[in-house]
C-alpha cells in the first residue's frame, strides 16, 4: 500500500485546459512536497506546503495543503505544453526519508 | 554554484555483476541520499549519509551499500545485481540531514541483463 496515493495515473489534455491533480493519504504530515520530473532528468522542487489549509501560487500552478494535513492538490490553469511531465508528491518521514507518491504522468496536447 | 551531477549517465551490467554510481553534491551541501525510481514509479529512498556517516536507510538489502568522502561526493555499490534492480538511481544533495530542500541529479539509468 502507498503512503502517499496519487490521482490520476495519466492524465493527457488539450493546450489551454485546466486540470487538478490529488496526492491523498491516511497519514498526517508536517508538511508536503511536490515535484516535477521531465524525461532523462531527476526531480526538481515545486514547492512545500506546511500549514493545513495553505495554498500557494506558481504563476498558473496552484497548490493546496488539506486542512487536516493529509492530502494535497496541484491546480494548472491554462495548460501549456511545456507543463508536460511527472508531477509527484513527496513527505518527509523521520528527518531524512523523502517518501513519494507513484506521480502523475501529465501531457498537454498543442 | 554548481549542481548536483552523477555518472555514468547510462549502464548495462549483466545479473550478478557490482556496479559502482557516483554523485557529486552541490557545492555547500555536506548531505546525500540515493534513491531508486523504478519505470512507472515514484523515487524510494535507499540511504542518506551526512558527513561520511550513514543516517537512515530505506527497506534494501544489504547489497546495497554507499559512501561518503571528505569532499562530500558519494558513491552508492549495488553487488550481485538482480533483474529487478533496473532503474534510475537518484542522488540528492541537502544542506542539513533534514531534506526540507533536496536538489537532484539527473540521475543514472542502470540496466541489469
Known amino acids: 500500500t502507498q503512503l502517499l496515493e496519487q490521482s490520476p495515473q495519466f492524465l493527457s489534455i488539450q493546450e489551454g485546459e485546466n486540470l487538478t491533480v490529488y496526492c491523498n493519504s491516511s497519514s498526517v504530515f508536517s508538511s508536503l512536497q511536490w515535484y516535477r520530473q521531465e524525461p532523462g532528468e531527476g526531480p526538481v522542487l515545486l514547492v512545500t506546503v506546511v500549514t493545513g489549509g495553505e495554498v500557494k501560487k506558481l504563476k498558473r500552478l496552484t497548490f493546496q495543503f488539506g486542512d487536516a494535513r493529509k492530502d494535497s492538490s496541484l491546480h494548472i490553469t491554462a495548460a501549456q505544453p511545456g507543463d508536460t511531465g511527472l508531477y509527484l508528491c513527496?513527505?518527509?518521514?523521520?528527518?531524512?526519508?523523502?517518501?513519494f507518491g507513484q506521480g502523475t504522468r501529465l501531457t498537454i496536447n498543442p | 554554484e554548481t549542481g548536483v551531477t552523477q555518472s555514468p549517465t547510462h549502464l548495462i551490467k549483466t545479473r550478478g555483476q557490482q556496479v559502482t554510481l557516483r554523485c557529486s553534491s552541490q557545492s555547500g551541501h555536506n548531505t546525500v541520499s540515493w534513491y531508486q525510481q523504478a519505470l512507472g514509479q515514484g523515487p524510494q529512498f535507499i540511504f542518506q549519509y551526512y558527513r561520511e556517516e550513514e543516517n537512515g536507510r530505506g527497506n534494501f538489502p544489504p547489497r546495497f551499500s554507499g559512501l561518503q568522502f571528505p569532499n562530500y561526493s558519494s558513491e552508492l555499490n549495488v553487488n550481485a545485481l538482480e533483474l529487478d534492480d533496473s532503474a534510475l538511481y537518484l542522488c540528492?544533495?541537502?544542506?542539513?540531514?533534514?531534506?526540507?530542500?533536496?536538489?537532484f541529479g539527473q540521475g543514472t539509468r542502470l540496466t541489469v541483463v
Open positions: 513527496a513527505a518527509l518521514r523521520g528527518a531524512q526519508k523523502l517518501v
Open positions: 540528492a544533495s541537502s544542506s542539513s540531514r533534514v531534506n526540507t530542500e533536496a536538489f
